[in-house]
């Protein structure tokens, strides 16, 4: 029935949705629509609004910021040992099922360590996978493959790198979003992250996502040579439907196919270049910086506890709780301290500084989207928030919610703001100080509502795929041929996240 429902949304979703880029612009027209029609703002200032510093350009640090999550995710999906393990992985799934429930949950797991090595990951093992079905007969349908390498994003706000709750641990962070007037503390992650709440939301959304994922995967009656049988197969799209199997083609690239052989220029460099560039010791020196910086940062009590001599090559970072206490660094996650450790992890993966950044030329490319579409989200979250309509969604959601229905209202406001502005951090910058007021004057703990509106966020990414782009650079499909799968996903998803927002 599962599978059924999804050919038939599937097929909606390829007659009807457009390009995400184009997405993106037609959004920005019906945000400016909406935002002339809701407030007595003329065109004329809504255009200023949109065309400021603070409007199409406001996100630009926090672009950089995800851009190199991105790169610094795909560099360590992409480093030999783990891609290692990913070719291992490809070869285990006999079924179309098994294939998508692996995928989904590699996809997922790492979603909640990194979301970007989540997305990275997912789309490689979809790729891999694909590439030895294929070459092995089996019939499976591609786009249900990928769009299990995305449902890492279903996740990621409940993870490690979400932004929302990252951005709540440093009085400095919350500064930016909320007026210090309001008295709010900072709010350290085991009252997000590893609340409760969370650990079971999350948990479970981690079983769902392989399991919703091998039910809409198409069974396939035949094999690949059997062209006589049923056409009851004609719905399923193998790989080579989509992208060359077998050839050079870039999203075929296979590790194990790279020729080692030194190339001729490559031979003619000098011993001094060739050791700096093409070994691992500038890498390691670099990583090994870094990692004195780690180490002071994730585990404060035990670098000030090492004596004089060696405290004085390791800073004593972490981060300073309610109680004057110094506690790990893990606990006040930010964006860069969550990039310079992915900084460090990469580099010690590869075997040569060439190698690393070959691994962030690869991930540029993933790129090009966020860094054309990031502005217009930008510019379409300033509108918003300029017309009121960001205030008008929560504050609408919320009328007359009590203090067990407020957390369940603000899940789903923040949904639908996420539809429009597919950014964790620029979501939570537009609807953030809405949250924190509402959940005050409500008697709700502030930590509850920062994960409401984290789950509303992933969830309708499932809808959005702008942050599918890097994916579908990786494994050559539309934005199109994903969606309608993952939409049935959502759906299973926001009935869990409802009852689990009740239930805490």
């Known amino acids: ?98 294939a998508a429930a692996l995928v989904a949950l590699v996809a997922v797991c790492l979603g909640v360590f990194q ?13 891999d996978i694909g590439r030895v079905l294929v070459r092995r007969g089996i019939r499976v349908h591609y786009p249900v493959l990928v769009a299990a390498g995305y449902v890492g ?23 930016d979003v909320i007026d210090p007037a309001v008295g709010l503390a900072p709010i350290p992650l085991d009252q997000t992250l590893l609340s409760p709440l969370n650990l079971v939301t999350t948990g479970g959304l981690l079983l769902l996502c392989p399991i919703v994922m091998a039910l809409l995967m198409p069974r396939s009656r035949r094999s690949a040579d059997d062209f006589m049988a049923s056409a009851t197969d004609d719905h399923i799209e193998p790989m080579d439907h989509f992208v060359a199997v077998g050839k050079s083609a870039e999203t075929d690239f296979d590790p194990d ?121 930008a510019g379409i979250a300033a509108m918003m928030a300029a017309s009121g309509l960001t205030a008008m969604i929560a504050e609408k959601m919320s009328e007359g919610a009590s203090e067990t229905t407020l957390p369940v209202l603000t899940f789903f406001s923040a949904a639908i703001v996420n539809v429009f502005v597919p950014s964790g951090g620029g979501q939570w910058g537009v609807q953030g100080p809405i949250v924190i007021e509402s959940a005050l004057a409500a008697g709700v703990e502030p930590s509850k509502m920062v994960m409401a509106l984290a789950y509303g966020d992933q969830v309708t990414n499932m809808l959005q795929p702008f942050w599918a782009l890097p994916l579908l650079a990786i494994t050559g499909v539309r934005a199109r041929d994903i969606v309608g799968y993952t939409a049935i996903l959502m759906l299973i998803a926001i009935v869990w996240i409802v009852f689990c927002l009740l239930v805490f």
């Open 115 to 127: 979301w970007a090595v989540g997305l990275i990951a997912g789309a490689l093992l979809a790729r």
């Open 257 to 377: 196919d790279v020729d080692t052989t030194p190339s001729r220029t490559e031979e003619r460099k000098a011993p001094i270049p060739r050791l700096l560039e093409d070994t691992p010791i500038v890498n390691w020196a670099l990583a090994l910086l870094i990692g004195l910086w780690a180490f002071g940062q994730y585990l404060p009590g035990v670098a000030g506890d090492l004596g004089a001599a060696f405290s004085s090559w390791v800073p004593i970072g972490g981060s300073v709780n309610e109680n004057g206490e110094r506690v790990s660094g893990l606990i006040s996650l930010t964006p860069n301290t969550l990039n310079l450790t992915m900084f460090m992890l990469g580099l010690s993966l590869h075997a040569s500084p060439m190698s690393y950044m070959r691994a962030i030329e690869d991930a540029a490319r993933g790129c090009a989207g966020v860094i054309i579409q990031f502005p217009l989200y």
């Open 1 to 98: 029935m599962l599978e059924s429902i999804g050919r038939r949304l599937s097929a909606f979703f390829r007659a009807t949705a457009p390009d995400p880029f184009v997405l993106a612009i037609l959004l920005t027209f019906v945000t400016f629509a909406l935002a002339i029609g809701f407030s007595e703002r003329s065109p004329a200032e809504i255009t200023e609004v949109w065309a400021a510093d603070d409007g199409i350009w406001r996100y630009l640090g926090f672009g950089m910021q995800m851009c190199l999550i991105l790169v610094t995710g795909h560099a360590i999906a992409a480093s030999r040992p783990v891609s290692g393990v990913l070719s291992v992985l490809a070869h285990l799934p006999r079924t179309g099922p098994q």
């Open 153 to 175: 994003m279903m996740v990621w706000h409940g993870g490690f790198s979400g932004t929302a709750p990252i951005k709540v641990t440093t009085a400095a962070d919350l500064a």
